[in-house]
């Protein structure tokens, strides 16, 4: 049995999104990987409270919000690297709206484009990923569907012989 190209590029895809997400989230979390990235990271997220004063209202320190958004991304990360199906597709769509997210607080801090590349070309892969799986999803659909209706026809052309053989007067 072949694999399709579009499975190859799904798993491809989803196994590099995930192990990207699980480094950039444990960055977040923990200074093990980088001092200095987990040092930025932290600078970062005070930059993103101070200029949500929203945050603040609702008792979100930069800290929490920090330490939310790399838990999230570590675990929708294990889940595009290793959980097939639909949870996959979850954790994808979680993290799009991630990349959302991190992409307002970019602009609302006034960063430039450099510092939030990533944000956007991930969100891209995310986006592209989530398009190739429904695609395929529909393909499936059609062909479920393609398959249903030729057996219908099948079995109405076997009651019609059916029903011609009756009527048919035999002779001898």
């Given amino acids: ?6 499975t190859v590029t799904t798993v491809a895809l989803s196994v590099a999104l995930g192990l990207f997400f699980v480094f950039m989230g444990t960055i977040k979390l923990t200074p093990r990987l980088s001092r200095d990235a987990y040092s930025e990271m932290k600078r970062a997220y005070k930059e ?7 945050l603040k209202k609702m008792g979100i320190t930069s800290i929490l919000l920090r330490k939310f958004i790399g838990t999230l991304e570590v675990a929708c990360g294990v889940v595009m690297t290793l959980v097939p199906g639909r949870p996959k597709d979850v954790a994808n769509f979680t993290l799009l709206l991630v990349m959302l997210a991190v992409l307002f607080l970019h602009q609302l801090v006034g960063d ?4 939030y590349a990533h944000a956007l070309v991930f969100g891209i892969l995310l986006t592209c990923r989530l398009l190739i799986v429904r695609q395929a999803d529909e393909k499936d659909k059609d062909t479920a ?3 249903t209706a030729r ?3 099948a079995e ?8 011609l053989g009756k009527g048919k007067l035999k002779s001898s």
């Fill in 156 to 163: 109405e052309e076997r009651k019609t012989e059916t029903e």
């Fill in 48 to 54: 993103y409270a101070k200029a949500l004063p929203v």
């Fill in 112 to 115: 430039p484009l450099k510092r």
């Fill in 151 to 153: 057996e219908g026809e």
């Fill in 1 to 6: 049995m072949m694999v399709s190209s579009r």
């Fill in 145 to 147: 569907a393609g398959v």
